[in-house]
């Protein structure tokens, strides 16, 4: 707070130098005076100016409020003073933010250590903006002070060193607001997870209101939800006739008598700061006329206790201070009684632990009373409080804990309107509130006003990477608040906050070398203060920050410098006692080597990190590895070494994003290839191998697919020339891959079997595999489709479950995924709707738990072709093009011919003939941008069979199709095409008669099947079959 006098110099001008002293000296005092009584410290005088700082030495979590009131009493002093020799006028300025507090130089001169930051830069340039004995605060304070006060707001000001204009909003006295939950908490969400304490309470309030009445005291940490539940019962009572008393407590006032009382007094009688003596005397009368039995008596009691001055008419009452305290209750209770007698009341102490002992007394007197009353008595409280009454069978205690998961993940959503924020940020808000509800509030409001997420309508996505979110404004004070009244083991508590949210004793007594009996001591304060808590007892306790926002300020609290030191330590003393810590968690390490400044060393862990984190199926958590990795070579000099670095993290980047982007996104083929320019740069690597392995996912899943061939063909001969036998599946897997969507169906089905038999489970822990699909899975999988494509059936189904138990067996939820995806694939295939819709549902809840974008969406589009299958068509093909939408997406271009074809089989079951022929145009447009004609055939029989049922076109026209459809699938071997298309040929040809040239034409391709005669396709061959033996006999 910067307060400075108007006219000073002109005050000189006019006054001798001894009246101008004098006049300073008691400005300066009456101003120190007032500062030290609102709780702040006066730090400089500049003249006429007064610097003061609210918040240290201590902190408070009121501080911006305690400065606004310093200021406004400061006004009503100067403005009390007679004008001798001259009227005073001063101008204030308040601004709320982060400093940093020492000497500047070593000089005498200093009164008190000096802040550095733009806080007391804006304090002094907002104070010059304003005008005589007005008081001009900067957002930050406005934010915290809440609607405690009332304000005018000024607009963006231009102020002298500030690149932007400022905000600034003028103080024009206290609010009206009947509390400090409505002024510091006035946007309201809906109440979520107190559904039993509504019940208790409404249960209270039915026997309350038949004479039996009740007190409930409700207790709960700060931020749990205790005034949002009394609002709750009052919003339920709403429609019910009652009176309703609200008194509130504040921390400004624990020590003022009876100020809950004299509050809601004032705000039931409607007083006003500009009313007249006569004025507020008369609405005082007003008040209590309709419930005292001796009105006069009230008054004279009540008016003194409201600073009301009573006027002539009035002779004041000769009690002793002991009468006047027991009158004063008397007409405060008898005034409850008369109430309560006309209909129920509902009665509400918030904020409990906040009242002054007169209160206390005087409440404690109202429990005894209503036993018999049609009360409902309420009060909050934080645990600390202990009512001063004793046991009564008609209080009841109600403690709030604090929300569960999927609670606080509601609430979050309530306070997004409702819109869905990214599973990451979601994650990110549940971690660092701990079901606190005033937390979770709090935090969702900071990153929705942070611009980190995009808000596309229904929905919020990030605008890019989910950094560490500050700690709102509004409660860091608080927080701090009470690590300052710890300062003996300050110290400690910072050490800790550096280490992390959990940590060891053994840890901690490495990092601080504190003796044993001296640490144990500090940790039992830090647990008796409930800022941690404590599993077990040392030398194998666990330690665990109660709020990972109390770990968050109090780790903010450090000076950078120090906390350079602390980390360094932390990562010295892991690195040489904590070996097991290094190995299951790199990325602890590599974190506190970072923030240490040690980036060269920092570098090597976080790789590792996320090469620990990709074997694991974290892909998202390795993602983050590998770019902060990636971020921290940039401040490195260009050395081989670097460049080593370089090329392993935008690997397992490259590795890490085919799981959450999906193969075919920007991101995969930049980290690839930055990666093979590096290789090339390097000359002969290792690495080079799952760099074009990299670049291979990227441009088949695009469906570039000669590109991706020759880069399957690169893989192999690198394989034979390095005689390196895991690289050797991998590149008959790719190679076998690109082959099979062109349509090189044989060629495919040997490179296939070729990877199987080079095979073996230990090889996928080679660098060349990376993170995605191990190969031996992938080789099983894609050979199935290849088997049913060319004709075998059974076989395909046999080796589509051999790839998924493979997958199982490795425990790789990535495999998994992709083995579940294709065996919906060959279900499809073989018309099995239930084992299509069980895997899909599996590969969908899979991908969606690990990340996995590419899978869901895919495993998503065959989910809704099952249900579609299955008789719910609209519901189907909402999923179906929803996941058709994802794939698109993020660049996936493979396999949308395929699904353009199960839209158009769903559409066709809606009835939607047109909609069906778009779509199968779109799998031809598709099918001859790609090169992917795999599935061609198909398409084509398609065509012709929509033609001929629904009579489109004539019947040549149809049947053309049929035949280019048969020619196709012959020239690609695709015998179970082959098979579909000339059943359909022949059903035509039956239709029409042709009955020999039908049974010609399908017999032979249906003898020459061994397997599968219990699929769909070969039971309507061979029924149609029997049906043209009978014809031609």
């Excluded at 060891?504 to 144990?520: F, K, N």
């Excluded at 595999?769 to 059936?793: E, K, N």
Aim: aromatic letters at 6%.
């Amino acid at each position: 707070m910067f307060c400075d006098l108007v006219d000073s110099v002109g005050l000189g001008e006019r006054l001798d130098p001894e009246s101008l002293r004098d006049i300073l000296r008691d400005y300066q005092h009456r101003a120190t005076k007032i500062v030290e009584v609102a709780g702040g410290l006066v730090a400089r005088y500049h003249g006429d100016g007064i610097l003061a700082y609210f918040g240290y030495p201590a902190v408070s979590e009121d501080d911006a409020e305690r400065a606004i009131r310093a200021g406004l009493e400061l006004i009503k002093d100067i403005e009390s003073l007679p004008p001798s020799p001259e009227k005073l006028f001063i101008r204030v300025g308040i601004a709320t933010g982060m400093v940093v507090v020492g000497e500047l130089v070593a000089s005498a001169a200093a009164d008190q250590p000096s802040i550095v930051g733009g806080t007391p830069n804006l304090a002094a340039r907002l104070q010059s903006i304003a005008e005589p004995n007005t008081i001009i605060i900067a957002p930050s304070t406005r934010l915290l002070a809440g609607g405690l006060f009332e304000y005018a707001d000024l607009g963006p000001r231009n102020l002298k060193g500030f690149l932007q204009p400022i905000r600034a909003w003028q103080v024009l006295g206290e609010s009206v607001a009947a509390s400090r939950f409505e002024s510091l908490r006035s946007a309201q969400v809906p109440l979520i997870g107190r559904e039993e304490e509504v019940e208790l309470l409404m249960r209270r309030w039915a026997r309350a209101k038949h004479g039996e009445g009740q007190v409930v005291v409700v207790t709960g940490e700060a931020g749990i939800g205790k005034s949002r539940l009394t609002l709750a019962l009052q919003e339920g009572l709403a429609a019910e006739a009652h009176t309703r008393l609200i008194y509130h407590g504040s921390p400004y006032h624990q020590d003022s008598a009876l100020h809950p009382v004299i509050s809601q007094l004032s705000r039931a009688a409607d007083l006003r700061r500009g009313d007249s003596p006569d004025q507020k005397l008369a609405k005082l009368e007003t008040l209590l006329a309709p419930t005292a039995e001796n009105l006069k008596e009230a008054l004279l009691l009540l008016a003194p206790l409201l600073s009301i001055p009573l006027g002539l008419q009035y002779v004041p009452l000769d009690l002793t201070p002991q009468r006047r305290k027991d009158g004063t209750f008397n007409a405060l209770l008898g005034q409850l009684e008369v109430l309560a007698t006309r209909q129920p009341v509902l009665m509400i102490l918030e904020d409990a632990h906040w009242y002054d002992p007169t209160s206390l007394e005087l409440f404690s007197l109202a429990v005894d009373r209503i036993t018999g009353l049609p009360i409902l008595l309420v009060i909050t409280a934080r645990p600390e409080f202990a009512p001063p009454w004793p046991s009564h069978t008609h209080v009841s205690t109600v403690t709030l804990n604090r929300l569960g998961k999927r609670e606080a993940e509601a609430l979050a959503l309530s306070v997004a309107d409702g819109k869905e924020m990214p599973k990451e940020v979601v994650n990110h808000l549940l971690s660092h509130t701990d079901g606190v509800p005033l937390f979770v509030e709090e935090l969702t409001k900071t990153v929705l006003e942070s611009g980190l997420l995009n808000d596309i309508g229904d929905r919020y996505v990030l605008r890019g990477p989910l950094p560490s979110l500050a700690i709102p404004s509004t409660l860091h004070a608080s927080l701090l608040a009470r690590l300052d009244r710890l300062a003996a083991v300050k110290d400690t508590a910072q050490t800790a906050a550096a280490v992390g949210r959990e940590f060891s004793y053994s840890v901690i007594a490495a990092v601080t070398g504190l003796p044993e009996q001296d640490l144990r001591a500090v940790l039992n304060q830090l647990v008796a203060a409930e800022l941690i808590f404590q599993r077990g007892e040392p030398p194998d306790a666990k330690y665990l920050f109660k709020h990972a926002l109390v770990q968050d300020a109090v780790y903010a609290s450090l000076m950078r410098s120090r906390r350079c030191q602390i980390h360094a330590e932390i990562a010295r003393v892991l690195e040489e006692q904590f070996p097991d810590v290094v190995a299951s968690e790199p990325e602890t390490l590599a974190h506190h080597l970072t923030a240490a400044g040690l980036s060269e060393r920092s570098v090597l862990y976080w790789k590792l990190a996320g090469q620990h984190a990709s074997d694991r199926s974290a892909f998202v958590e390795a993602t983050r590895h590998f770019n902060t990795g990636i971020e921290l070579l940039k401040n490195l000099p260009d050395t081989p070494a670097r460049t080593q670095h370089e090329l392993a993290l935008h690997i397992g980047l490259g590795a890490a994003l085919i799981a959450t982007k999906g193969h075919s996104s920007i991101e995969v083929e930049h980290a690839y290839l930055q990666a093979h320019a590096l290789c090339r740069q390097m000359h002969e690597t290792p690495e080079f191998a799952p760099v074009l392995l990299g670049l291979w996912r990227c441009y088949i899943a695009r469906s570039q697919l000669h590109r991706a061939r020759e880069l399957g063909e690169a893989l192999l001969h690198l394989s034979q020339l390095n005689d390196d036998p895991a690289l050797v599946v991998v590149a008959h897997y790719a190679l076998g891959n690109s082959s099979l969507l062109l349509a090189k169906l044989p060629e495919a089905r040997r490179h296939f079997e070729a990877g199987i038999l080079h095979y073996a489970p230990e090889q996928r822990r080679g660098p060349v595999f990376g993170s995605a699909q191990d190969p031996g899975v992938a080789c099983r999988s894609y050979s199935a489709l290849c088997l049913w494509l060319m004709g075998f059936p059974d076989q395909a189904h046999t080796r589509g479950k051999d790839a998924l138990t493979l997958a199982q067996e490795l425990k790789h939820p990535f495999s998994v995924a992709f083995a579940q995806c294709c065996f919906a694939f060959v279900s499809q295939f073989r018309r099995d709707v239930r084992n299509v819709g069980d895997q899909a549902e599996a590969a969908v809840t899979l991908a969606n738990e690990h990340g996995f974008t590419a899978w869901a969406a895919l495993a998503t589009s065959f989910r809704g072709w099952a249900i579609a299958m299955e008789g719910r068509s609209e519901k189907g093909l909402a999923e179906l093009q929803q996941g058709i939408a994802d794939m698109r997406a993020f660049g996936a271009g493979i396999w949308l011919p395929f699904r353009c074809t199960m839209l158009a089989e769903v559409f066709d079951l809606l009835g939607d003939t047109e909609a069906s022929l778009q779509s199968l145009a779109e799998a031809q447009i598709l099918m001859d941008q790609t090169e992917e004609r795999w599935w061609e055939a198909e398409i084509y029989r398609l065509q012709g069979t929509l033609l001929i049922r629904h009579s489109i076109a004539p019947l040549v026209e149809g049947e053309t199709w049929l035949r280019r459809a048969l020619d196709v699938a012959r020239r690609q071997a695709a015998r179970s095409l082959e098979l579909r298309a000339a059943t359909s040929l022949a059903r035509l040809w039956h239709d029409q008669g042709k009955h020999a040239e039908a049974r010609d034409l399908l017999e032979p391709v249906f003898n020459w099947f061994t397997e599968g005669f219990d699929t769909p396709d070969l039971k309507e061959a061979k029924a149609i079959l029997e049906e043209l033996n009978g014809k031609t006999m």
